[in-house]
């Protein structure tokens, strides 16, 4: 014999009927409750649908949920439970770096994008990976405490008029120092890019550093000189990007004249690369290029002795890093990014033994 199975909807007992209760009315055994028992077919008694009861039972069961779903909805205070910010503690978000800095990665490229101009863009773009870099370099790097009001300036000033004031002095200088770094000889190429790429960009990138210590030496620290020399490397960096992102434009186009579809492919992709590498990772070379030059020129100015000679070796040490990693580039790319972690190892320990000389300083 059939037994059907059904569940009370008030107080959910499971309740058992034989196959004669088919289509009648019931009550529930606990709460008087008026059952309907369903219906079932001469197949179904006879035992081929036997899961009848069970698949009543079921919807039964979940719509007695969705009931308990919804009153449960009624009392739940959706305010304080959907939006978590409130008098109490929004003043704290407004100080949480971690937020803003999750906030700045992930809306600002949202907010450029909303630009028309791609040229805008592009400087937008520029930089924002030169302020990601920026802040990263001050807050764990370096980790300046002071609040810098001339770090900022320092960018825009080699960006703008820092590479102005170099473009300007090539046009004074001889041609066959220009040309050197471009020379099929490796040894006059390496030569060029130290004494005249090196040399000469590391040169403007320090400008702000030595215009801190003639204007603003009595209230700024040595740790805020290295930040300034930091960003003035990421200027210098952020607008000289733009200039290489329209040379690898200029490229595509030519690839794509040259060899058709094939042609521009390979030249979009190597423009794209191109991008992305100095956008990241040499953005990030130039600061600590830059910052290399920093930290011999604050530690001139601290000792107080052998300056001229602290300084020239600082020059020295940025600009031969820097040319040997441009020369290793289009030579042997690993190297040269084996060089740039070398570069900022020799970096991070200038700050480490500057930071170790203000505490003994401090101490005694």
Same mark, same amino acid.
């Given at each position: 014999?059939?037994?059907?199975?059904?569940?009370?909807?008030?107080?959910?007992?499971?309740?058992?009927?034989?196959?004669?209760?088919?289509?009648?009315?019931?009550?529930?055994?606990?709460?008087?409750?008026?059952?309907?028992?369903?219906?079932?077919?001469?197949?179904?008694?006879?035992?081929?649908?036997?899961?009848?009861?069970?698949?009543?039972?079921?919807?039964?069961?979940?719509?007695?949920?969705?009931?308990?779903?919804?009153?449960?909805?009624?009392?739940?205070?959706?305010?304080?439970?959907?939006?978590?910010?409130?008098?109490?503690?929004?003043?704290?978000?407004? &100080?949480?770096? @971690?937020?803003?800095?999750? /906030?700045?990665?992930?809306? +600002? =490229?949202? %907010?450029?994008? #909303?630009?028309?101009?791609?040229?805008?863009?592009?400087?937008?773009?520029?930089?924002?990976?030169?302020?990601?870099?920026?802040?990263?370099?001050? &807050?764990?790097? @370096?980790?300046?405490?002071? /609040?810098?009001?001339?770090? +900022? =300036?320092? %960018?825009?000033? #080699?960006?703008?008029?820092?590479?102005?004031?170099?473009?300007?002095?090539?046009?004074?200088?001889?041609?066959?120092?220009?040309?050197?770094?471009?020379?099929?000889?490796?040894?006059?190429?390496?030569?060029?890019?130290?004494?005249?790429?090196?040399?000469?960009?590391?040169?403007?990138?320090?400008?702000?550093?030595?215009?801190?210590?003639?204007?603003?030496?009595?209230?700024?620290?040595?740790?805020?000189?290295?930040?300034?020399?930091?960003?003035?490397?990421?200027?210098?960096?952020?607008?000289?990007?733009?200039?290489?992102?329209?040379?690898?434009?200029?490229?595509?186009?030519?690839?794509?004249?040259?060899?058709?579809?094939?042609?521009?492919?390979?030249?979009?992709?190597?423009?794209?690369?191109?991008?992305?590498?100095?956008?990241?990772?040499?953005?990030?070379?130039?600061?600590?290029?830059?910052?290399?030059?920093?930290?011999?020129?604050?530690?001139?100015?601290?000792?107080?002795?052998?300056?001229?000679?602290?300084?020239?070796?600082?020059?020295?040490?940025?600009?031969?890093?820097?040319?040997?990693?441009?020369?290793?580039?289009?030579?042997?790319?690993?190297?040269?990014?084996?060089?740039?972690?070398?570069?900022?190892?020799?970096?991070?320990?200038?700050?480490?033994?500057?930071?170790?000389?203000?505490?003994?300083?401090?101490?005694?």
């Amino acid at each position: 014999m059939l037994v059907i199975k059904i569940t009370c909807p008030v107080c959910n007992t499971v309740l058992n009927f034989d196959e004669s209760a088919s289509g009648s009315n019931r009550y529930c055994s606990v709460c008087a409750h008026e059952l309907k028992v369903p219906l079932i077919s001469a197949e179904q008694s006879s035992g081929k649908g036997s899961t009848t009861s069970q698949q009543y039972s079921f919807i039964d069961a979940g719509a007695q949920q969705a009931r308990t779903i919804l009153e449960d909805l009624k009392q739940i205070p959706v305010k304080q439970e959907v939006i978590p910010i409130d008098n109490s503690n929004i003043h704290l978000l407004l &100080k949480d770096f @971690v937020f803003w800095a999750v /906030t700045f990665l992930g809306i +600002i =490229p949202l %907010l450029i994008i #909303t630009v028309k101009q791609p040229s805008t863009q592009l400087t937008m773009f520029a930089l924002f990976f030169a302020f990601v870099w920026g802040v990263i370099f001050k &807050k764990f790097i @370096v980790n300046d405490p002071y /609040t810098n009001r001339l770090a +900022i =300036p320092s %960018l825009f000033f #080699t960006g703008i008029i820092g590479i102005w004031l170099l473009l300007f002095a090539y046009r004074f200088l001889p041609d066959f120092y220009l040309n050197m770094a471009d020379s099929r000889n490796p040894f006059i190429s390496l030569l060029g890019f130290v004494f005249q790429v090196g040399i000469c960009e590391e040169l403007i990138k320090s400008l702000p550093v030595f215009i801190a210590l003639r204007w603003f030496k009595k209230d700024i620290s040595a740790l805020s000189l290295i930040t300034i020399g930091v960003f003035s490397g990421l200027g210098f960096a952020a607008f000289e990007n733009l200039q290489y992102g329209d040379s690898a434009i200029n490229s595509a186009y030519a690839k794509a004249m040259n060899y058709g579809v094939e042609g521009l492919v390979s030249g979009v992709q190597n423009a794209m690369v191109n991008v992305m590498l100095r956008s990241l990772s040499l953005v990030f070379c130039h600061a600590v290029f830059s910052g290399i030059v920093a930290y011999f020129v604050t530690t001139a100015y601290i000792r107080k002795e052998k300056m001229g000679a602290l300084i020239v070796l600082g020059f020295m040490v940025s600009a031969v890093i820097h040319g040997l990693y441009d020369w290793l580039s289009g030579m042997q790319p690993t190297l040269a990014a084996m060089l740039a972690g070398f570069s900022f190892a020799l970096f991070y320990g200038y700050l480490s033994k500057l930071k170790n000389a203000e505490r003994s300083l401090s101490v005694s």
